[in-house]
């Protein structure tokens, strides 16, 4: 049994970039497209979403663009994002707004995951303690200074453990310190793994290839958080979705079409 009835996959940004910062020591001087993306679980016990992206504010205030996505040391720039791609505004298009939102999960605490929380102001956020110590360290460029500093509504959490009745967390470390996927028992059909960040592409599951950046060069535990995906997958013959596979993605419900 499980509480979960929809799930929407939802584009919040679009990010081009090389290759090998996807597929580590694999693609270097491929520039691909990626998408950005948030998903909304819907259960019987509220809703939760899984990710937030960007900061709206970061990439399209000019000053603030300067800072944080200075070219000198981030090499590609800012994503792609549009208003009508903030979570509220898409929320709006469901007749629901942040006040609807019961529980964010976040994978991991990178700007391209977290940002976004400063659009859902008020509603529980779920991190791991080993990725919010990590977080805090400032020794990765992808942890931008005012988005990993914990607030009151933040829950810090040790481990596996389920969010719901079909919704489970998933410790998979290796991109980030405490790096998380979601299981997601679908009311129909197969069931879903998120992935997150620890497969951002089909060939990182297929081929077994760490992230580009992986944290403390810890390439091999990256490694075994794949395997450990795949072994759940393929035991309980769920769905593995990458995280950042433009072309999978398109295999997706576009939102505000929804799985069930």
């Not at 504010?57 to 090499?75: G, Q, T």
């Not at 629901?96 to 700007?111: A, E, K, P, R």
């Not at 990725?131 to 942890?143: M, T």
Request: charged fraction near 25%; hydrophobic fraction near 40%; include cysteine.
């Amino acid at each position: 049994m499980t509480s979960v009835t929809k799930m929407w996959p939802i584009l919040t940004a679009t990010h081009q970039y090389d290759k090998s910062l996807s597929t580590r020591n694999r693609g270097v001087g491929q520039m691909i497209k990626a998408p950005i993306l948030a998903y909304l679980i819907e259960t019987k016990n509220g809703r939760i979403l899984y990710d937030v992206g960007c900061d709206y504010n970061k990439i399209n205030d000019p000053s603030l663009r300067a800072h944080y996505y200075n070219p000198e040391v981030f090499e590609f720039g800012a994503p792609d994002m549009d208003p009508a791609q903030r979570l509220p505004n898409q929320l709006k298009r469901l007749g629901l707004t942040s006040t609807d939102i019961d529980l964010i999960f976040l994978s991991h605490l990178h700007f391209d995951h977290a940002g976004g929380l400063c659009d859902l102001c008020g509603s529980e956020v779920h991190i791991q303690a080993d990725e919010l110590a990590a977080a805090n360290q400032a020794d990765d460029l992808a942890y931008f200074d005012n988005e990993v500093a914990a607030q009151e509504s933040w829950v810090v959490k040790e481990g596996e453990y389920d969010l719901s009745l079909g919704v489970r967390a998933i410790s998979s470390p290796g991109h980030t310190a405490g790096h998380m996927s979601l299981w997601i028992e679908m009311p129909k059909g197969p069931p879903v793994i998120l992935a997150g960040d620890a497969a951002d592409l089909i060939e990182n599951i297929e081929d077994e290839i760490a992230p580009g950046n992986c944290w403390q060069n810890q390439t091999e535990l990256a490694i075994e958080s794949i395997r450990k995906i795949k072994k759940i997958a393929h035991d309980e013959r769920a769905e593995l979705w990458p995280n950042h596979d433009i072309v999978f993605w398109k295999t997706l419900k576009q939102f505000p079409e929804f799985h069930s």
